[in-house]
């Protein structure tokens, strides 16, 4: 299964990370943004004002829209932390399912 990945690209060997209880695929070398796109999740929190959805803006580290809880670790940058076998990702404002 390639989720939403451009399908002909060799990524290595994927391993599973948890993403609120549930298995996705990741690559090594991405990140936890790339894994959650791929997976089809693009909102990963909820402003507190408006009750609006933030997933990856900047891709680099600067506008803390991709928020995500990181092995117990609240809020961090989902676009600059690399994806790691057996990672426990909880996506607060998760509105869409995994692709299966
Ligand atoms: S997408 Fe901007 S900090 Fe992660």
């Known amino acids: 299964m390639f989720g939403l990945r451009v399908a002909p ?17 990741a690559y090594p070398g991405e990140t936890v943004a790339g894994a959650l796109l791929a997976a089809g999740i693009n909102i990963f929190r909820k402003t507190y004002e408006g009750d609006r959805g933030r997933g990856q803006f900047c891709g680099m580290g600067v506008c803390y829209d991709c928020l995500v809880d990181i092995d117990g670790r609240h809020s961090q ?3 600059m932390t690399a994806a790691a076998p057996g990672m426990m990702i909880e996506v607060p404002a998760v509105l869409k399912e995994p692709a299966e």
């Open 9 to 25: 690209v060799n990524r290595g060997v994927p391993f599973d990370i948890s993403v609120n209880g549930k298995s996705i695929p």
């Open 77 to 79: 940058r989902a676009c």
